[in-house]
Each structure stands twice: as C-alpha cells, then as structure tokens.
C-alpha cells in the first residue's frame, strides 16, 4: 500500500537528494509486506542515495533456482561471471521459487526426502517467498536454472547460457527512465523508508510500474551442487520480498520530463542481516509486456 510522504520528511529526504546529487540465514516464517508505519518521530541512523545514469540502461536478471536443485550453481556461477564481465550494468536477483524439488522435504513423487549429512538440519531454510511463486506462475517457469533478462520479449525465460546473449541484446539502449533511489535507516526500530523518484527522459507509450524488492546477499547454507551436499554455500543476491506488492505500484504519467515520487518503510526481519540487505527498484511497462526499462539498486545502510 502507498505510502506519502509526510511534508517534513519530504522536505529532509529532498535535501539530502538534492546535496548528494549536486557533489556526486534462518527459516522466513512472515514474509515482508509493505505496512503502516509511523515514522515521523523516528531519527534516521544511517541515508543512502544513488540515481541512475541518464546514458545507460541497467539489466536486472531474475534467476529462478533452489538449493535442492543440484544444476543451479551452474546458473549462479554464470550470473557472476556476466558482473564480472558487465560491472554494474547488471543487477543480480535469485529467486528461490516453490517448485517440488526445490522443497527439502518431498521428492518428485510426494515421498519425503532425506539427505545423506546434515540431518534435520540440512536444507532447512525455506528461502521460497509467495511473490517468487507468482512470478514464477506467471512467467511459466518449468525448470530451473533458468532466468529473465529484464523481462524482454514479453517476459520471456532464458536458460542460464542465453543469458549474455539477450544482456547484449539490450546492453546499448539509451534508457527511457532515470531512477533516484534513497533509503533512510533507523536501527533500534529495524524500520527502512525507500523513497524512489522516476523521471521520464522520453515520452514512452503504455503504462508503467514501480516496482520495490529486498534482497539479502552473502547468506551461507546448504546447497546442493551436483551431488554434492554442501553446508557452506554462498548463496548471492537471494530474493527476500517485494516491499511495494507483487506487482509494485503504478506510475502516473510517462511523458518525457514527468517526475513521480513514491515511499514506503518496512520492518527488516530480526534474522535478515541489514549490512548485506539490498533495496532493488526498477520500472517495468505494464502486462502483457512486463519489460524493465530501468533499474537500480542500493544498501539499505552504508555500512
């Protein structure tokens, strides 16, 4: 649900834009919603700011895979070499999504599963989400590793060695859209305020969403790799929650020059660590076309 910004913070938060502009692992048992918070008596620990760059179009991959799915390190490891290769130009998102075998519990054939190390505690972390779920429905994802890349061709879904392929497919577009993404901290209250403006740079036909998402890095668990049951994963950029609702929020007008600011705050859950949660915000053209024209990302705290 929308949140606006109250008159004092509005002016506080375009401030800080406006200065920063000029100089520059466990089981989710309640997955995060955006709620109603009252935050006016609330004093901000830490503030980031990024806007994106009026001369490139970011790319976010949306890789679907599980840690019961001994093939998706495979498509983790390519995502890492497309960063490696692209920088920044790409933004990474792992979607853990609720297809049979990647539950821990139950095989192909609805029998229980048990893994050879570990015991009960092997593969226990439940990192699928109910938006992942959806996204996966809606996107018709039978397999994983498999992925989207900004959702082109409709939202299409790309095995993991098409993924560079369609990144240069689109890596030269001159971006439609320019991001500012902030984020302001409190953290005895553990509560985030995102506040994302969108400025149109060209008159783009169509309707377009905002769309608000948390991920969570660096989390070490169980993975299955091949045949390996590995208890020291890494597992990268995992999909924790949409902040602004399954299909984000919608965004007024799209002639070039409209400028559209929307905030909403949530709570990051106690077992979440906040130096590696990653506020993703990105704009995508309404279905039945999906497609991301923009999109960036930022740290919750600077440090």
Known sequence: ????????????????????????????????????????????????YVASSNTMRKV???????????????????????????????????????????????????TAAYFTTGGDSAFYTDFRTTEGDEYRTTFNVVGIPQGLVSRRSNGSIFTFSQWDTQFQAIQNDAPVVSIGLSTLYNDSARIVKTVVNTTWLTSSAGNYKLQIQLIEDNIVDWQLNGSTEDPNYLHRHVFRGSINGTWGSDI??????????????????ANFKKEDCIVVAFVYKDSPSYEIVQVEELHVTSH
């Not at 490891?77 to 990474?92: M, S």
């Not at 821990?104 to 609805?110: Q, Y």
């Not at 007024?252 to 859950?269: L, R, V």
């Open 252 to 269: 007024p007008t799209a002639n070039s020059g409209d400028s559209d600011t929307q905030d909403f705050s949530y709570i990051i859950p």
């Open 1 to 48: 649900m929308k949140k606006y910004i109250m008159k004092k913070l509005i002016t506080t938060i375009l401030a800080i834009i406006a200065v920063i502009s000029f100089n520059s692992c466990d089981k989710v048992d309640n997955p995060i919603a955006a709620v109603d918070l009252d935050t006016s008596n609330l004093f901000w620990d830490d503030s980031t």
């Open 60 to 110: 976010l991959i949306e890789e679907f895979t599980g840690h019961t799915c001994q093939n998706c390190p495979q498509g983790a490891a390519e995502l890492q070499n497309l960063i490696t290769t692209y920088g920044n130009q790409i933004v990474p998102m792992g979607i853990h999504s609720d297809l049979t075998f990647c539950d821990p519990r139950i095989n192909l054939d609805g």
